[in-house]
Nanobody
């Protein structure tokens, strides 16, 4: 079992930055890849990015490539999502998810989810 808690969301102006954190419980966190998804009332949950178990590999959606960056500290059981050059269209609830397989872009492929943290980017 893995429990995930996101934090770091908030209100920011366009062009600004935020860093989201995904803190996990469990001694086997380093065995899990972590993905980030986002959702708005108008859209289905969409893939944002994912990081491999050791943190050596990461995937990004085209919409965030070059602006968002993932890292993880397995000693702290935490994954970080650095979001720069934020745009109003980045406004959403952001969720982190964990699974033993890396590279999954479909939300249904993840076993564990956090409760989400809201990001609002004003124009």
């Amino acid at each position: 079992q893995v429990q995930l808690v996101e934090s770091g969301g908030g209100l920011v102006q366009a062009g600004g930055s935020l860093r989201l954190s995904c803190a996990a419980s469990g001694r086997t966190f380093s065995s899990y890849a972590v993905g980030w998804f986002r959702q708005t009332p108008e859209k289905e949950r969409e893939f944002v990015c994912a990081i491999s178990q050791a943190g050596g590999s990461a995937l990004y959606a085209d919409s965030v490539q070059g602006r968002f960056s993932l890292s993880r500290d397995n000693a702290k059981n935490t994954v970080y999502l650095q979001m720069n050059s934020l745009k109003p269209e980045d406004t959403a609830v952001y969720y982190c998810a964990a699974d033993r397989a890396y590279g999954i872009k479909n939300a249904r492929g993840y076993d564990y989810w956090g409760q989400g943290t809201e990001v609002t980017v004003s124009s």
